[in-house]
């Protein structure tokens, strides 16, 4: 089945203990994105990537990294996760970036930092 | 900077009702429009995309939109809700044609009431 996962679907962590979530797809998709969903703000993308070892900042990238080395996968890394990341978290992946291009979406990481 | 505006964040309505949800976008050249729809505790589903061609969008579920180029607006319908449709719906819409990361709006709570 074509999905694009996410892990771990539940977290709650402390202030400053580093932590990843992780992002795999099995479409072959070149274009992945991480975005944070808040309410009232809707959707704001972190950071995406092209392809392999091509990423780049989206619009609310502070206080997150991510990296491609492989094409399936797309972690999000919070170095030292703060009270204000905490949030709901959705990968995303696409054939290619271009506007043809339906975006997939995980079912969500719910993050809590205590 | 390009923003997508929905109008209403949150909107009740009985079974049978018909539905308008408003979507506008400042962007003033190609774009590529969406609508995506977020059922309670799931991730976002493509409901319908407008690339080119016919303004009259027809998606899953009997939902429709229409793109109107001249108000920028791509405003989601449905002509009878059910209780089923209760779920959060995001307007996206990707600048550039072909170039762009999608912008979302803020998102439209509906809730239908049995």
């Known amino acids: 089945e074509a999905q694009v996962t996410q892990n771990p679907r539940y977290l709650i962590t402390v202030t400053g203990k580093k932590l990843t979530v992780t992002c795999s797809q099995n479409m072959n998709h070149e274009y992945m994105s991480w975005y944070r969903q808040d309410p009232g703000l809707g959707l704001r993308q972190i950071y995406y990537s092209m392809n392999v070892e091509v990423t780049d900042k989206g619009d609310v990238p502070e206080g997150y990294k991510v990296s491609r080395k492989e094409k399936r996968n797309f972690p999000l890394i919070l170095e030292s996760p703060s009270p204000n990341q905490t949030s709901l978290y959705f990968c995303?992946?696409?054939?290619?970036?271009?506007?043809?291009?339906?975006?997939?979406f995980g079912p969500g990481t719910r993050l809590t930092v205590l | 900077a390009q923003s997508v505006s929905q109008h209403n964040h949150h909107v009740i309505l009985s079974e049978a009702a018909s539905l308008e949800l408003g979507c506008n976008y400042s962007y003033g050249g190609t774009v590529n429009l969406f609508w995506y729809v977020q059922y309670p505790g799931q991730h976002l589903q493509l409901l319908l995309k407008?690339?080119?061609?016919?303004?009259l969008v027809k998606g899953i579920k009997g939902f429709e939109a229409e793109f109107i180029k001249s108000k920028f607006s791509f405003n989601l319908r449905k002509p009878s809700v059910q209780w089923s449709d209760t779920a959060e719906y995001f307007c996206a819409v990707k600048p550039g044609g072909s170039q762009g990361n999608l912008i979302f709006g803020k998102g439209t709570k509906l809730s239908v009431k049995p």
């Open positions: 995303a992946s696409s054939l290619r970036q271009g506007g043809y291009n339906e975006q997939f």
């Open positions: 407008y690339f080119s061609g016919d303004p």
